[in-house]
């Protein structure tokens, strides 16, 4: 993807599904630290390469990395969040900054291995299998646009659902403490 944001959609979707099992903010981290690799060979290179990271082997890394400090970081960034909010603002915005260590798993590992998946559609230099074969390359095999939408539509489905998801459970609580 030429933005990381855009991965982050499948990541809402994922969240909407299994709010208490999946830890969107690890999902992100994961994210970016496999972004760094291009964004460094572009700066020492003149080219955007994917070599490392950008496979299963790579990513898998990345997720074990982001698992414990990357768990605590985020916690830590969660509670800053909450810590921002004005009363009116944290009935819709806050977030539990606790996050349980099966969710941190979830959140680390689908994160990386998606970001994978998904530039493996995009960059011609993707070898997502690799260094065991140099199959799985599938740049051509989805117009770009169209992922672009795909993971858009993903985000915008998620955020939606997240959203329904908090206005019920208000409007119950809010109902339970009449």
């Known amino acids: 993807m030429p933005i990381t944001p855009f991965h982050f959609g499948p990541g809402a979707a994922l969240k909407a599904l299994a709010p208490a099992r999946f830890s969107f903010t690890v999902f992100v981290l994961s994210q970016l630290v496999i972004d760094l690799e291009p964004v460094l060979f572009f700066l020492a290179s003149g ?6 990271l950008h496979t299963y082997a790579g990513a898998s890394a990345v997720a074990l990395a982001s698992l414990w400090p990357g768990r ?3 916690e830590w960034a969660l509670r800053a969040w909450n810590s921002r909010l004005s009363e009116a603002q944290a009935r819709w915005m806050s977030v539990p900054a606790a996050i349980e260590p099966r969710a941190a798993l979830a959140g680390a590992f689908l994160g990386a291995w998606s970001h994978v998946f998904i530039d493996s559609f995009m960059h011609a230099d993707v070898r ?8 799985g390359q599938m740049t051509g095999l989805v117009d770009i646009d169209l992922l672009h939408w795909i993971c858009a539509a993903a985000g915008a489905a998620g955020l939606a659902a997240l ?12 109902q339970a403490s009449r």
């Open 128 to 135: 997502p299998l690799a260094p065991f074969s140099r199959a």
């Open 163 to 174: 959203a329904f998801y908090r206005f019920v459970l208000q409007r119950n609580q809010s």
């Open 47 to 52: 080219e955007p390469l994917h070599p490392y």
């Open 72 to 74: 605590r970081l985020c």
